[in-house]
């Protein structure tokens, strides 16, 4: 990786090294309690946390996934996802942020040189952070991509535009998705700060505000041949690549879920209001409002198990590749997305249905969850795993390999 490691600039102190799950869910707690405190606020003002992607960095969390035989504990699915939700309910822009940085590390597990896991891995137990410029706008479908990798002498130029580039503001590596000559799907890894390449800051979405999710341009970029991973290699054998992708924006929703439950019982316990004309005296005291609670709940939790119930699929894929091993965890994976999904959607809605007029408050900044809740929510329309589920169940078809299953 000599070409790389000169693109480098200048290094951070070391992460802690996160030895077991617990360590690393321990970890997620604590930066959580911290970002909690100012989420709100951000939301409201569009402070992009700059200084939470630090301390995010500096926790460990960024190399959790790396296989233990480069250093990593390699934790378990199950494990990823919670951590991904605790964060999500603390502040679900960060809890996002990082999603993009597990999956990539995933490629680079499945396709990468030995010469590559090395160094990049070293550089996530490090607590460097990689993000991605794939999705493309202007294409006449969405997936398509315009971007090309051109030869020139042993490495390559790219030139072109990325949007929904999740997380590129912040991080320290950027991985480019480009098609070759072969026109086959290659991951490019470079500096953030390479010459050729411009992250703007123009995401304007109403929900996610703080992911700075923007516009990623990439001019005359020259990359050495030993930055670029044959991303297609992934799909040449069964791998849960896509479930554990989605699995991760799960686990974001269901961390919107909670934070959106646990904002309507604090409200409902110490501000709203009972009902004179129906003879109630405390709002918390309403049976129709602890029927509700009770039946968010439910979906909380059936979310909450699915979710672990997926991750688990996706470690047995990992573990011992298969079709069928993997096919059992895409569709485990959509069915916890589907739940996940209505979770966070049904929490935001109930938080103003039983929390009353007054939560509505434009001071209070509740309605961030739905906002949250609803713009990632259609990340990837949940109507596709349904059909994807039924399809498999009726008639025995799978959906193809990709990042969406």
């Avoid at 410029?133 to 990325?162: F, H, M, N, W």
């Amino acid at each position: 990786m000599s070409r790389v490691v000169r693109l480098t600039g200048n290094i951070r102190p070391v992460a802690p090294y996160l030895a077991t799950e617990d360590e690393a869910l321990d970890a997620a707690k604590a930066l959580a309690s911290i970002i909690a405190e100012g989420s709100s606020r951000r939301d409201k003002a569009r402070i992009l946390p700059h200084h939470e992607m630090e301390l995010l960095a500096h926790s460990g969390l960024l190399g959790i996934t790396v296989p233990s035989d480069y250093g990593g504990a390699d934790i378990s699915n199950p494990f990823l996802a919670e951590v991904v939700a605790t964060l999500s309910q603390a502040d679900s822009s960060i809890g996002q942020i990082p999603q993009n940085h597990f999956y990539i590390l995933e490629v680079l597990r499945l396709a990468g040189t030995q010469e590559q896991k090395r160094f990049f891995f070293s550089r996530a137990l490090a607590g460097e952070h990689f993000a991605n410029a794939l999705a493309e706008s202007g294409t006449k479908q969405s997936g398509e991509i315009a971007t090309r990798l051109v030869p020139d002498g042993v490495g390559y130029l790219i030139s072109g535009r990325k949007y929904y580039s999740t997380g590129a503001l912040f991080c320290d590596w950027i991985a480019i998705f480009a098609l070759d000559p072969q026109e086959r799907m290659v991951m490019a890894i470079v500096p953030r700060d390479s010459e050729g390449v411009a992250v703007i800051d123009d995401w304007a979405g109403f929900g996610q505000r703080t992911t700075a999710s923007g516009t990623v341009t990439i001019d005359n970029l020259y990359v050495p041949a030993d930055a670029v991973i044959s991303h297609d290699r992934v799909f040449e054998h069964p791998t849960p690549l896509g479930a554990l992708g989605q699995l991760l924006h799960a686990a974001v929703d269901l961390g919107i879920a909670r934070a959106a439950f646990a904002d309507m019982l604090e409200f409902v316990r110490t501000r709203s209001r009972g009902h004179r004309h129906l003879g109630i005296e405390d709002a918390h005291a309403d049976p129709l409002t602890i029927a509700r609670t009770g039946a968010v709940v439910v979906r909380i939790e059936a979310a909450s198990a699915m979710l672990e119930r997926a991750g688990r699929k996706v470690d047995v894929a990992q573990v011992t590749p298969s079709a069928d091993a993997a096919a059992e965890a895409s569709l485990a994976v959509a069915a916890a997305k589907v739940l996940t999904t209505e979770a966070a959607l049904d929490a935001a809605n109930a938080l103003f249905e039983l929390a009353g007029t007054s939560s509505t408050d434009e001071s209070l900044n509740l309605d961030r969850h739905w906002r949250n809740a609803r713009t990632h929510t259609v990340h990837d329309p949940v109507r596709w795993k349904h059909y994807a589920l039924g399809d498999f169940h009726l008639n025995g078809r799978l959906p193809p390999p990709s990042g969406l299953f």
